[in-house]
């Protein structure tokens, strides 16, 4: 990137409740061959912020397996903690309850209540429910929930740090399925909003920043890459050019063509 790209990027930082970040980024840790797959695929990401699976993934909980914050350090990474594979609002307290002991009291955390294992789609009303008792216990919370305007305002309301609205379902691929929905939320946010699940390819990131998200969060679409490192790489320079192309703001869209050159004052007529 260009001096000036450079300098434009870490100006326009990423303030998520108590914290700011320069990487608009973020990604997973599952999925991955390996952990040192997992470890060279987040680095070449340029992201700053990882979320973890507390029910899926060891970080001290089991003393006699591999821990993940071996390869992903707390002194590199913002460790985010999250609640995939719970299906209640209880199970998502709890599981965040234990993450914050397992890390020192940290206290970001993605929350994620899904509504059934076929399409991990998001239960909106024990959502609502997990976010009131963890905000009123001193979390900050970054909340996964569906494409509603209406209930996106609805957790903004209550406190929540960070909105993360799918794309499509996660895991999927699909890409950006519902632009429209999603600008609705971004146009009436006061707090971040983050597209979470259904990206892709680095077209999805750099789509999703251009239509003013503050931020991607992915997973699969680097893992399950036949080069996982490659594309992380690729999607970092994505989620760049996705937001330079929004901060630029981009031309009119027309249905008819204009000439790039103007229709008078030829040389020769």
């Excluded at 990882?50 to 071996?70: E, M, S, W, Y």
């Excluded at 609002?89 to 599981?95: F, K, L, P, Q, V």
């Excluded at 976010?131 to 903004?156: H, N, Q, R």
């Excluded at 399950?224 to 790489?233: L, R, S, W």
């Amino acid at each position: 990137m260009t001096d000036i790209s450079n300098t434009l990027l870490v100006q326009d930082a990423l303030h998520i409740g108590s914290r700011t970040f320069s990487s608009r980024l973020l990604v997973g840790t599952g999925k991955y061959k390996d952990l040192n797959e997992t470890g060279e695929a987040i680095k070449a990401s340029g992201s700053q912020i990882v979320t973890v699976a507390i029910r899926r993934t060891n970080i001290g909980q089991h003393k006699d397996k591999p821990n993940l914050l071996d390869i992903i350090s707390p002194k590199d990474y913002t460790i985010l903690p999250n609640t995939a594979g719970c299906f209640d609002a209880d199970s998502a307290i709890r599981t965040c309850q234990l993450a914050r002991e397992l890390l020192d009291g940290h206290n970001l955390v993605k929350l994620e209540v899904l509504g059934d294992e076929k399409t991990l789609y998001p239960n909106v009303t024990e959502t609502l429910k997990a976010a009131k008792v963890l905000i009123e216990d001193g979390f900050e919370v970054m909340v996964y929930t569906s494409d509603d305007p209406i209930v996106a305002k609805e957790l903004e309301s209550m406190g929540c740090v960070a909105v993360m609205p799918l794309g499509s379902l996660i895991g999927s691929g699909l890409g950006l399925l519902n632009r429209h929905t999603l600008s609705l939320i971004i146009e009436n946010a006061h707090v971040p909003i983050l597209v979470d699940a259904g990206v892709g390819t680095a077209s999805d990131a750099a789509i999703a920043m251009e239509l003013g998200c503050d931020g991607v969060l992915m997973n699969s679409a680097i893992a399950h890459a036949q080069n996982p490192v490659m594309m992380a790489h690729a999607m970092k320079n994505a989620v760049h050019a996705g937001r330079q192309a929004f901060l630029a703001g981009r031309m009119p869209a027309r249905k008819m063509a204009v000439a790039s050159s103007p229709q008078t004052g030829y040389f020769f007529q």
